[in-house]
């Protein structure tokens, strides 16, 4: 399993009693969805190398887990490492919720501007997401918030914006000289 096939699921952040326990960070909207889940892939050493696991204790973000078949020195020494799924495992999401992933390479259209470009990437800036959007070589930013973002549209590879009034122009105004 390649990396770019999969979803970056959290991160094992401490050692947990004993016992070779470890706490696993989810870094996701919906732990609980996560419950049941036995199995996994941690990147040791840039490989995804699968393990298998039991969740013994969910709090918020943080679950206890215990993985099969290792010590507590050997579940220890992953902390600190990340655990990623297949994308295959993503649920679908529909309407105007998105998957950062999903979108880049769409074409972006404002509603006053037009088509702007083709989303590059999106940053997962801590204070607040942005996408990136590539016009002839000039990159625009655009805040990823709800009041932004109208429509997308998976079958077209479209994604409609309005973006905030002037922003687009800041980006392009040495781009129409």
């Not at 998105?98 to 204070?127: M, N, Q, R, W």
């Not at 973002?149 to 781009?175: H, M, S, W």
Request: hydrophobic share 45%.
């Amino acid at each position: 399993m390649k990396i770019e096939e999969c979803y970056q699921l959290g991160r094992l952040t401490k050692a947990w009693g004993y016992k070779g326990q470890v706490v696993l960070f989810l870094d996701v909207d919906t732990p609980e969805d996560y419950l049941g889940l036995d199995s996994a892939f941690v990147e040791v050493k840039g490989q995804l190398v699968p393990y298998f696991f039991k969740v013994d204790n969910l709090n918020g973000n943080k679950a206890v887990i215990t993985f099969e078949d290792l010590t507590a020195e050997q579940a220890h020494a992953l902390v600190g490492h990340e655990v990623y799924l297949p994308l295959a495992l993503l649920p679908k999401l529909e309407g105007n919720k998105f998957y950062f992933h999903e979108v880049v390479g769409f074409k972006v259209v404002d509603a006053e501007k037009g088509d702007i470009g083709t989303l590059a990437s999106v940053i997962d800036h801590p204070a607040q997401p942005l996408f990136q959007v590539m016009k002839n070589g000039v990159e625009i930013l655009i805040p990823v918030i709800d009041p932004v973002i109208k429509q997308v549209d998976r079958e077209q590879k479209t994604l409609y914006i309005e973006a905030p009034n002037g922003l687009i122009d800041l980006y392009l105004a040495d781009f129409n000289k």
